[in-house]
């Protein structure tokens, strides 16, 4: 189960990780938080004579944009693949001090234990063994519901299988790992590089390439050089989210890209099976699991 807070993070955070256990025959579960009804339009393309934002307002853009997503996500999770996807049924807050922050049914005004029993109720009749969820250390990009996302995940990490925390909404379940996503460094770095080397230039900025590394705590390496087409099409199903033109996602292709960096990198953050033993590092999420159960779709 990975939780996301807006559609379009599960394309940009963990694709390739959800696509290569999905194809191994792993139930894929994606909880998404909110409608990203604020997002902006990001692909200028889509303003062309002919296009569906030609000759709109800024609150039609808005309304258009709210329409589409539900279908962006959809494509996308197709191209992942997930096989169940749970909204989570809150509005996107929009980022921090912006006016959609005050809104009653944002997800960052909602109630805390409220928005947690969603969460659990979830885990309850999914049942997953592994939950994938937002860093607590979120300082490069602090949108309020990215931050909820983390909080409410711990919170029902501990509360799914306490039989003490919202009886009525399901038998316990305790799931054995949770992880964190994060855009390793050293991945940063190493794009970077190589997009210097194909155009002479590259759109990471000094503001990026100056983000303090979290890479020390990276606990677990996927090989997932294969699954990359599912990154590349996941994030292109966004269509008004993400530039297709854009260097920044799309500067290095598939092939490309695998070989200057074929992983994605996790924080384990809680297991009940214990720390990870000094100086390993895992390269399966379900390290531990299987050996306890066997993992079916
Ligand atoms: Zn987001």
Same mark, same amino acid.
């Given at each position: 189960?990975? #939780?996301?807070?807006?559609? +379009? !993070?599960? *394309?940009?955070?963990?694709? &390739?990780?959800?696509? %290569? ?109 592994? #939950?994938?969820?937002?860093? +607590? !250390?979120? *300082?490069?990009?602090?949108? &309020?519901?990215?931050? %909820? ?115 994605? !990198? ?32």
């Amino acid at each position: 189960m990975t #939780i996301h807070a807006h559609p +379009d !993070d599960e *394309a940009s955070k963990g694709a &390739p990780t959800v696509a %290569r256990y999905y194809e191994e025959g792993v139930r894929t579960v994606l909880v998404c938080c909110t409608g990203g009804e604020e997002g902006d339009l990001q692909n200028p393309a889509l303003r062309e004579p002919g296009q569906p934002f030609h000759g709109a307002t800024p609150e039609e853009e808005r309304e258009i944009i709210a329409r589409l997503r539900p279908d962006e996500l959809k494509k996308s999770i197709e191209a992942i693949g997930f096989s169940a996807l749970h909204m989570l049924g809150y509005r996107d807050s929009g980022m921090a001090g912006s006016e959609p922050n005050n809104h009653p049914e944002c997800f960052h005004m909602a109630d805390i234990d409220e928005a947690t029993g969603r969460l659990v109720a979830l885990i309850r009749a999914e049942k997953p063994q592994v #939950i994938l969820t937002y860093n +607590d !250390d979120q *300082a490069g990009y602090p949108h &309020p519901d990215h931050l %909820r996302v983390h909080d409410i995940s711990l919170l029902a990490f501990d509360r799914a299988g306490d039989p003490a925390w919202y009886p009525e909404l399901g038998a316990p379940w305790q799931v054995s790992k949770m992880y964190y996503t994060l855009w390793a460094k050293e991945r940063v770095l190493a794009v970077h590089e190589a997009l210097l080397l194909k155009f002479g230039e590259s759109p990471f900025d000094e503001k990026w390439l100056a983000r303090p590394s979290q890479d020390h705590r990276i606990t677990t390496r996927l090989d997932i050089g294969r699954y990359l087409r599912a990154r590349t099409e996941s994030l292109l199903a966004h269509a008004t989210q993400i530039d297709p033109s854009s260097k920044w996602w799309f500067g290095l292709d598939d092939d490309e890209l695998a070989k200057v960096y074929p992983w994605e !990198d996790w924080i384990l953050a809680a297991s009940v099976f214990g720390e990870i033993p000094e100086g390993m590092q895992e390269t399966d999420l379900f390290f531990g699991v299987r050996e306890h159960v066997s993992v079916t779709s």
